[in-house]
């Protein structure tokens, strides 16, 4: 009897568990959440994919350069102050994944576009800590400042950059690059495993800019 009472108290404590944190979800799984939502512009849903602690950033572009925007959350219009600013902010606003499902993931770590051209369609999910492109943007931007804002980096600059670097490279040692390619072009965003759950942690832009 003892036994069985134990039994029904860890069921139930199991199932508060899960009511109050939530199933863990699969990398399949995250991939249809973070399409649907950024789809359907419901930036609570959105945001729900969203790691409190890490928040998300963009990479984007500034002339030849990639530059990089953080936010904890975002809103797909400019009613907040969650906006990442222009021409990003409009582009989020009209962008749109393509709609393929999670049963069109493989894993491989080869991208399969070259800039506009798409050699296969699907979605391509890399190993984890496979690609760096943020902390390398970082990298470069810290070892070229100078040329670039065209003036010398300060030592409290430098510790900035080198703590950012650190802080990136680690999200990206546990991440994987997501790719999604269909005929209306390419997606890229990062998925970084924290606490065992699976969280959008960066999206791509830059990789996929061929104006630069």
Same mark, same amino acid.
């Given at each position: 009897? %003892?036994?069985?009472? &134990?039994?029904? =108290?860890?069921?139930? $404590?199991?199932? +508060?568990?899960?009511? *109050?944190? /939530?199933?863990? &979800?699969?990398?399949?799984?995250? *991939? !249809?959440?973070?399409?649907? $939502?950024? #789809?359907?512009?419901?930036?609570?849903?959105?945001?729900?994919?969203?790691?409190?602690?890490?928040?998300?950033?963009?990479?984007?572009?500034?002339?030849?350069?990639? %530059?990089?925007?953080?936010?904890?959350? =975002?809103?797909?219009?400019?009613?907040?102050?969650?906006?990442?600013?222009?021409?990003?902010?409009?582009?989020?606003?009209?962008?749109? =994944?393509?709609?393929?499902?999670?049963?069109?993931?493989?894993?491989? #770590?080869?991208?399969?576009?070259?800039?506009?051209?798409?050699?296969? @369609?699907?979605?391509?999910?890399?190993?984890?800590?496979?690609?760096?492109?943020?902390?390398?943007?970082?990298?470069?931007? %810290? @070892?070229?400042?100078?040329?670039?804002? /065209?003036?010398?980096?300060?030592?409290?600059?430098?510790?900035?950059?080198?703590?950012?670097?650190?802080? *990136?490279?680690? +999200?990206?040692?546990? $991440? %994987?690059?997501?790719?999604?390619?269909?005929?209306? /072009?390419?997606?890229?965003?990062?998925?970084?495993? =924290? /606490?065992?759950?699976?969280?959008?942690?960066?999206?791509?832009?830059? $990789?996929? !800019?061929?104006? *630069?």
């Amino acid at each position: 009897m %003892r036994i069985l009472r &134990r039994v029904i =108290i860890l069921v139930i $404590s199991c199932f +508060i568990h899960i009511a *109050v944190y /939530g199933q863990h &979800r699969t990398v399949e799984q995250i *991939v !249809d959440q973070v399409i649907h $939502s950024y #789809n359907s512009k419901d930036s609570l849903a959105f945001n729900a994919v969203l790691n409190k602690e890490v928040g998300l950033y963009f990479i984007t572009t500034l002339g030849a350069n990639n %530059r990089w925007t953080h936010t904890s959350k =975002i809103s797909f219009n400019y009613n907040t102050d969650c906006s990442i600013n222009d021409p990003y902010q409009d582009f989020l606003a009209q962008d749109q =994944i393509p709609n393929l499902s999670s049963k069109n993931v493989t894993y491989s #770590n080869r991208p399969f576009f070259e800039c506009e051209t798409i050699y296969k @369609k699907g979605i391509f999910v890399a190993n984890k800590g496979k690609y760096h492109t943020l902390s390398e943007s970082i990298t470069f931007y %810290r @070892k070229y400042y100078s040329d670039v804002i /065209g003036k010398k980096i300060t030592s409290d600059k430098a510790k900035e950059l080198n703590h950012l670097y650190r802080k *990136v490279k680690y +999200i990206e040692d546990q $991440s %994987r690059r997501i790719i999604i390619n269909c005929d209306t /072009g390419t997606f890229i965003f990062y998925v970084t495993e =924290i /606490g065992g759950q699976w969280w959008l942690t960066m999206i791509d832009f830059a $990789s996929t !800019d061929c104006s *630069v």
